[in-house]
């Protein structure tokens, strides 16, 4: 889990990546090989790799048991792989997911920022009330007796739902998103939530995956 799971299929690149508290799935799915394989490269080397890419190059990536060797331009990056067994991270993926949420992924991200000034700063928790047009986020530290309010206009379908979640993590991961409405599917209060850009591009899917924090009685 230290590293990120590479998975090439049917003309398909999936990338997976997990720290046990979130989760980010990334599949492209134009590559110009038919070869079906796995491994997992380390989070250092994909760092560098990512510093060093510029916009637009196209990436050749080819692989053995020991070595992933990435070319652009005149660059040439070879590092080690690790040698484990990934975890089954379709486990952890809820496969039904009956509320959807939908709203403006610029209005949650800033709302979420201002509202974690006021979290416990131990757990970052921010609680999300959502009904059928309205996404309240909160956050109350009581050490500090700081607590801050916020509401939100949204699309939802399902029971009303309240739900904890580190905020740091949200506005992390919706900074990667890029379109102006996301979506966030849930199933409960205690499972793990489902973060979507409202619209995929043709040959890309993201999928993050966010476990809850537990709500105090």
Do not use: W
């Not at 020991?66 to 005149?74: H, L, V």
């Not at 509320?99 to 006021?118: E, G, N, P, V």
């Amino acid at each position: 889990m230290t590293g990120v799971y590479f998975k090439v299929a049917d003309n398909t690149l999936t990338c997976v990546a997990t720290d046990a508290h979130k989760l980010v799935r990334f599949a492209y799915d134009d590559i110009a090989d038919t070869i079906e394989a796995d491994f997992i490269v380390p989070k250092k080397a994909l760092n560098l790799l990512k510093g060093a890419l510029p916009a637009g190059d196209e990436v050749e990536l080819s692989f053995n048991r020991a070595n992933a060797f990435f070319s652009f331009g005149d660059v040439k990056m070879v590092c080690r792989l690790i040698d484990a067994r990934y975890p089954d991270y379709n486990a952890v993926i809820p496969a039904d997911n009956p509320h959807t949420m939908t709203t403006s992924r610029a209005d949650f991200q800033s709302s979420l920022k201002r509202i974690a000034i006021y979290a416990n700063k131990t757990t970052n928790q921010v609680i999300l009330k959502i009904t059928e047009n309205s996404l309240t986020v909160s956050a109350q530290d009581l050490d500090f007796s700081n607590e801050a309010t916020e509401q939100l206009t949204c699309t939802y379908e399902g029971e009303p739902m309240t739900i904890g979640f580190n905020a740091k993590f949200l506005v992390e991961m919706l900074g990667v998103l890029e379109t102006d409405e996301i979506k966030m599917e849930l199933s409960g209060p205690t499972r793990a939530g489902i973060l979507l850009p409202s619209e995929n591009n043709d040959d890309e899917e993201i999928l993050m995956l966010v476990m809850p924090v537990m709500l105090s009685n």
